[in-house]
């Protein structure tokens, strides 16, 4: 079914705003898969917070332009599955790898973040970014750290005269 020029518009325009706040997108070839196997995808995409979308490749170029996965144009080829990570950079790897681990006709071809287009082996380091929950607690943990070492180094005198302390009490009780 041929799209009319309309519909082309609506769908690079929908594309657009999706690339122009996704925080890293990951294509895959997806020749081969069933409609099922499609579907099961697009629910976990969606649970993870992952806009997914099989596009014309011609229109993904348009779509892509003027952000940062412009990077990702010249390797638009064959029929490809688009996921942009809305929520945290890894999330569409974690998604799309995961998939590909049990679908093997889902062939990872290329992915983006920060302006530079990765290859295929570059999805599973994408995959272990932190989510925004985790990166703020592993945050957390660094700035907390140094104030807990010096909690302690200011209680350590006060504790070793108690120990001390109640080391000359127990001699002079079993004396």
Same mark, same amino acid.
């Given at each position: 079914?041929?799209?009319?020029?309309?519909?082309?518009?609506?769908?690079?325009?929908?594309?657009?705003?999706?690339?122009? +706040?996704?925080?890293?997108?990951?294509?895959?070839?997806?020749?081969?898969?069933?409609?099922?196997?499609?579907?099961?995808?697009?629910?976990?995409?969606?649970?993870?917070?992952?806009?997914?979308?099989?596009?014309?490749? #011609?229109?993904?170029?348009?779509?892509?332009?003027? +952000?940062?996965?412009?990077?990702?144009?010249?390797?638009?080829?064959?029929?490809?599955?688009?996921?942009?990570?809305?929520?945290? &950079?890894?999330?569409?790897?974690?998604?799309?790898?995961?998939?590909?681990?049990?679908?093997?006709?889902?062939?990872?071809?290329?992915?983006?973040?920060?302006?530079?287009?990765?290859?295929?082996?570059?999805?599973?380091?994408?995959?272990?970014? &932190? +989510?925004?929950?985790?990166?703020?607690?592993?945050?957390?943990?660094?700035?907390?750290?140094?104030?807990?070492?010096? /909690?302690? +180094?200011? #209680?350590? &005198?006060? /504790?070793?005269?108690?120990?001390?302390?109640?080391?000359?009490?127990?001699?002079?009780?079993? /004396?």
């Amino acid at each position: 079914m041929a799209l009319s020029l309309e519909q082309k518009k609506a769908i690079v325009a929908e594309v657009a705003e999706v690339a122009s +706040t996704a925080h890293s997108a990951v294509a895959a070839e997806y020749r081969g898969l069933s409609v099922e196997q499609l579907t099961q995808l697009r629910v976990q995409a969606r649970g993870a917070g992952v806009y997914l979308r099989v596009v014309k490749n #011609n229109l993904a170029k348009r779509a892509v332009e003027g +952000t940062e996965f412009a990077c990702m144009q010249e390797s638009m080829v064959g029929p490809l599955i688009i996921g942009f990570s809305q929520q945290d &950079p890894g999330a569409a790897a974690r998604v799309m790898g995961d998939f590909a681990k049990t679908n093997d006709k889902l062939k990872i071809t290329m992915a983006a973040i920060g302006g530079k287009l990765l290859g295929p082996e570059a999805v599973p380091s994408m995959a272990k970014l &932190p +989510t925004r929950d985790e990166a703020i607690a592993q945050l957390m943990a660094v700035i907390k750290a140094p104030l807990d070492k010096f /909690a302690r +180094t200011l #209680n350590e &005198p006060v /504790a070793k005269l108690a120990r001390t302390l109640a080391a000359v009490r127990d001699q002079k009780e079993a /004396a």
